[in-house]
């Protein structure tokens, strides 16, 4: 397991990031930057933080539950 410093941090070479938490620092983040840090374009959101149209302005496919 690698722990990391930053959501950011995470998200580096990643082909998908999955959003499980609420935390202001998720809610927060910088969606462009974190795209630009990942290999691939996948975000799917469990805690629907974001809303469609923002994720997918920034460059994701978008899946999220309960929407």
Request: glycine share 8%; aromatic share 8%.
């Amino acid at each position: 397991m690698d722990w990391c410093a930053s959501a950011l941090e995470a998200g580096e070479g990643a082909h998908a990031t999955v959003v499980l938490t609420e935390w202001n620092e998720f809610r927060g983040l910088d969606l462009k930057a974190l795209k630009q840090k990942m290999q691939g374009n996948v975000l799917v959101d469990l805690r629907n933080v974001y809303s469609a149209e923002m994720v997918r302005d920034a460059g994701f496919e978008y899946t999220s539950i309960g929407r």
